[in-house]
């Protein structure tokens, strides 16, 4: 009797001191990486003011930095864990730009929060697709990331003709562009998946355009990873 109440007591206690040393391996890697992303968005500013470069530079240096850091976040993150590490990388960017700490990373020429819903989009985007679709979510990373870092970085530095649309202007040599790496990047993943259909391609590729085509002051930064990764799963 004694003997298999200590045996008991002895596997209550095993189980108690793994699940403790779990949760200290996720609290590890959630600071290990959220201190990463703290210390990538203080070089970049650092670097900006050092190097006088533009805010518009820095922004994108921040961008697809972070689109990187978090297409690799499923690789040793949990989804609840990639969702709260964005909330709090969101919090983080909410504070900053109301203290004005970092003015490389959210000063532009217009009125914008696109910085506080990236990182919103992608918690998002993980809630969707994680744990069973780490391609469908990568996807809408690379959106986030290319297409969309490209259009504002073509829009911006070459300009041209613009086109209005809810008194917002878009330059058509961004909106190009980002059609042209969407619809790259599309056509590589479902390549790798083994479905390559034009068609599919050219219908995924256009609906996002035309989205990313419409939303101001940032909200592609939110709706983009979502709506890429939950088309993506649909058609594949």
């Known amino acids: 009797m004694r003997t298999n109440f200590a045996s008991k007591y002895f596997l209550r206690v ?24 703290i210390v990538l968005y203080v070089f970049i500013e650092v670097a900006k ?17 972070t ?31 109301r203290a004005r700490l970092l003015p490389g990373i959210h000063v532009t020429g217009r009125k914008s929060f696109g910085e506080i819903y990236y990182p919103l989009g992608i918690g ?28 504002g ?10 086109i209005s649309f809810w008194s ?9 562009s980002f059609f042209i790496m969407t619809f790259i990047i599309s056509g590589y993943y479902f390549f790798i998946i083994g479905k390559f259909n034009m068609v599919e391609i050219f219908l995924l590729t256009f609906i996002l355009t035309f989205i990313e085509f419409i939303l101001v002051s940032g909200l592609d930064n939110l709706v983009l990873p979502v709506l890429a990764s939950s088309l993506f799963m649909l058609l594949v």
């Open 14 to 37: 095993s189980y108690l001191i793994q699940f403790k040393e779990i949760v200290t391996s996720i609290m590890i890697a959630l600071f290990v990486t959220i201190t990463i992303y």
């Open 49 to 65: 003011r050092k190097f006088l470069v533009e805010n518009a530079f820095s922004r994108n240096v921040a961008h697809v930095s």
């Open 67 to 97: 689109g990187i850091l978090s297409f690799f976040l499923p690789y040793y993150l949990m989804p609840s864990q990639i969702v709260v590490l964005m909330l709090l990388i969101a919090g983080l960017l909410f504070y900053t730009k």
């Open 124 to 151: 998002v985007s993980a809630l969707v697709c994680l744990p069973g679709n780490i391609v469908s979510f990568q996807f809408g990373i690379w959106i986030l990331t290319l297409s969309d870092t490209l259009a």
């Open 153 to 162: 970085m073509i829009g911006g530095r070459f300009g041209g003709k613009k």
């Open 168 to 176: 917002k202007e878009k330059t058509v040599k961004g909106t190009l």
